[in-house]
């Protein structure tokens, strides 16, 4: 399965982006999936989840700002992110969560970049 994001760019403190993850295969809809990011110097970390059936989970900095949806039939998992902060900046990528479950890798990422 090629995981493929888009939709990232420069934005300024408070704006919003919409995120893209197209997932190619028929496994796409029987597996959880997340947007993680990865800041310099840091960590990859989870931001946002969604599982099979719909059910969403959010780390604390996304709470409120962030929401992960997908939509089954065209294999795609979305991250519609509003009140952008400078803290936001990072390279986005999506997986399965866990990770790893179509394969050992990751996509290219997209990386988002809000300015103060």
């Known amino acids: 399965v090629q995981l493929v994001e888009s939709g990232g760019g420069l934005v300024q403190a408070g704006g919003s982006l919409r995120l893209s993850c197209a997932a190619s295969?028929?496994?796409?809809?029987?597996?959880?999936m997340g947007w993680y990011r990865q800041a310099p110097g840091k960590q990859r970390e989870l931001v946002a989840g969604?599982?099979?059936?719909?059910?969403?989970n959010y780390a604390d900095p996304a709470k409120g700002r962030f929401t992960i949806c997908r939509d089954n039939a065209k294999g795609t998992v979305y991250l519609q992110m509003s009140s952008l902060k400078p803290e936001d900046t990072a390279v986005y990528y999506c997986?399965?969560?866990?990770?790893?479950?179509?394969?050992?890798?990751w996509g290219q990422g997209t990386q988002v970049t809000v300015s103060s």
């Open positions: 969604i599982t099979a059936g719909g059910s969403t």
């Open positions: 997986n399965t969560n866990p990770p790893f479950m179509f394969g050992p890798y």
């Open positions: 295969g028929s496994m796409f809809s029987l597996n959880a």
